[in-house]
């Protein structure tokens, strides 16, 4: 699978990185990302941002997909009880996302940015440079690990000019009878460059109820299990961010 070149795709966005950057101190930005479509990025995001919200924190989520699966997912919630966390959609900005996340950095502790799965896109790309982690979900099967090997290799370019940003691959959408852990490792490679987190999330129903009613696992009766394996996830996001 193709990935981009940062050098053609976003060559403003290089030049200015270093200026970028000095100006990102206040809120913590992490970028969830494949180039392949279905692999749960949304479902990921929203729940980062909206589990963090649920904690008290200023938390936002940058919607960059033009399908605005995000953007619609919050808006399903009461007015009683609304999304935890701020959604903005900005896919229209394109490459030039990380000029418009600028402008909410002293207002938020997080901001979570929902990629597009276009292979040409330069949201990522754009993204990447400004993040302090980027997570990769990939499921158990083979185009999806395949697809997580052209993700990884575009952070890793990014790594370039962003020599801080933490790489990630998290297994979704996991069956129980699937050992994702042993076949991500042996698509990535062994060169241990990109770690597997340890939490994952599984193929619940509850991931799919809570698009409806506009909230997290947190709100869904009898969702015990997924709510522990966000709770999981977002410690674990907070682990490598907080350091």
């Known amino acids: 699978m193709r990935h981009l070149d940062l050098a053609k795709v976003a ?10 950057r ?15 479509g279905g692999c749960g990025k949304t479902t990921v995001s929203m729940h980062l941002a909206g589990t963090l919200g649920l904690r008290g924190a200023r938390s936002m989520l940058v919607d960059m997909d033009e399908q605005g699966t995000a953007t619609r997912w919050a808006a399903q919630a009461s007015d009683e009880r609304p999304f935890p966390a701020s959604v903005i959609g900005l896919a229209p900005s394109g490459g030039a996302m990380h000029r418009e996340v ?44 395949w697809a997580a090997v052209a993700a990884k290799t575009l952070a890793q370019h990014a790594q370039v000019q962003n020599e801080t940003l933490l790489i990630r691959v998290m297994a979704n959408m996991v069956q129980r009878r699937v050992s994702i852990a042993r076949q991500a490792i042996e698509i990535l490679g062994d060169d ?7 939490s994952m999330i599984g193929s619940r129903s509850a991931f799919r109820e809570c698009q409806a009613i506009g909230c997290t696992v947190h709100g869904v009766a009898g969702a015990r299990e997924a709510v522990q394996e966000v709770d999981m996830m977002v410690d674990e996001v907070l682990s490598l961010i907080e350091h």
Do not use: M
């Open 11 to 20: 060559p403003k966005v290089n030049r200015a990185f270093s200026a970028e």
């Open 22 to 36: 000095e100006v990102l101190v206040a809120a913590k930005i992490i970028t969830v990302f494949n180039q392949k």
């Open 102 to 145: 600028r402008k909410f950095v002293n207002d938020y502790d997080y901001i979570f940015v929902d990629c597009p799965p276009a292979v040409h896109s330069a949201a990522p790309s754009s993204a990447l440079l400004i993040s302090d982690l980027a997570i990769i979900p990939v499921v158990p099967s083979p185009p999806d690990l």
């Open 192 to 198: 241990g460059e990109v770690p597997l987190l340890n």
